[in-house]
């Protein structure tokens, strides 16, 4: 081809002249060439005509793909130069777990720790050849000694005993440097339950008494143990509350109330010494077939039941085929 006119030429050059000039400062590279200059530098602080917003590319850093890797908005040049951002698709934030309140019980006798069996008991389940045999108060050293000896006995044949001791025995088998019985009482599987701390009818104590007396006794058992067991069975003395169905009284339910709130079950009995004359009638009542069955809780005092009394009475039920277990077990369906 031949060369163009000569006005052709400059007409050209004006153009790219101009050109070059509306890019601004930007489009320079640092020789003022802008030869140089990536594309997407041109894009810096570019409106968006789609969002009318401004969408600010990263500045020249020779990565041409800074805008495009994990993480950044996706942003792509249409046919004319703008900068317009990748729609993505809208997501709805996850819902955030809503808090349910505790439901709070408006029955004034719900029980602040699970019971264990339920809340008066007077004997077990029918449905196993089971029984339970306990034994209240062991007042003074003479008790702790007794303790000790029924130990051995139910180690020997094979029985699990369960024990009401109130917090006034604890102190007297402290002080006679006894108290390490205890220990053994529930290291060898046996149960422990309050018996309160001074034996007062509860029928004549107010609810805050008698929860002071159970929690006397609670402490002074930890502190004879030297570590936390926790009670969940408590005997009223001489049963005071625990007949509902015998002897109405006023202030039965409420003794009753009071006692499910703090988390015990109170264990009655179906056997006990009332109505007998002294050991032998009461141990022939004992072995009376028609007396103990299935699920039978029987009440014994040392006072009126000797040591030598109990190994026969555990003999007699091993006898007959007995399982000699605790109360919590007499209730607990998978034991």
């Not at 602040?112 to 007077?122: E, N």
């Not at 006995?153 to 019985?181: C, I, M, N, R, S």
């Not at 625990?242 to 179906?270: E, F, I, K």
Request: aromatic fraction near 8%; charged fraction near 15%.
């Amino acid at each position: 081809m031949g060369m163009r006119p000569l006005w052709i030429q400059v007409a050209l050059c004006t153009v790219l002249v101009a050109i070059v000039a509306s890019m601004g400062p930007n489009a320079r590279s640092a020789s003022g060439s802008t030869a140089d200059v990536p594309l997407y530098d041109q894009w810096v602080a570019e409106p968006d005509p789609v969002a009318s917003t401004l969408v600010a590319l990263p500045a020249a850093t020779g990565d041409v793909l800074a805008p495009f890797r994990m993480g950044a908005a996706p942003l792509w040049p249409d046919e004319f130069g703008a900068v317009t951002p990748a729609v993505a698709p809208v997501v709805a934030p996850a819902a955030a777990p809503v808090a349910v309140p505790a439901a709070v019980s408006s029955d004034p006798c719900a029980p602040t720790r699970p019971l264990i069996a339920p809340p008066l008991v007077k004997s077990g389940p029918s449905d196993r050849r089971r029984v339970a045999v306990t034994i209240d108060d062991t007042f003074g050293a003479s008790g702790a000694k007794n303790v000790a000896a029924v130990l051995d006995l139910a180690k020997a044949k094979g029985a699990k005993l369960t024990f009401f001791p109130t917090g006034g025995a604890f102190d007297d088998h402290q002080k006679a440097g006894l108290q390490t019985v205890w220990k053994r009482v529930v290291d060898e599987g046996h149960e422990i339950g309050n018996h309160t701390y001074s034996h007062w009818n509860l029928l004549k104590l107010a609810d805050k008494d008698i929860q002071d007396e159970l929690d006397a006794t609670q402490g002074r058992l930890d502190q004879v143990l030297g570590f936390h067991y926790e009670m969940h069975l408590m005997r009223p003395p001489g049963g005071s509350g625990g007949y509902p169905d015998l002897r109405p009284d006023p202030n039965g339910p409420r003794v009753r109330c009071a006692v499910q709130r703090l988390g015990y079950t109170m264990t009655m009995w179906s056997i006990d010494s009332n109505g007998t004359s002294g050991f032998t009638d009461y141990q022939n009542r004992l072995t009376n077939t028609n007396i103990v069955g299935n699920g039978s809780i029987i009440l014994l005092h040392f006072t009126t039941f000797s040591v030598n009394n109990v190994s026969a009475l555990i003999d007699n039920l091993n006898k007959r085929g007995f399982e000699m277990v605790t109360v919590s077990q007499l209730f607990a369906r998978t034991a």
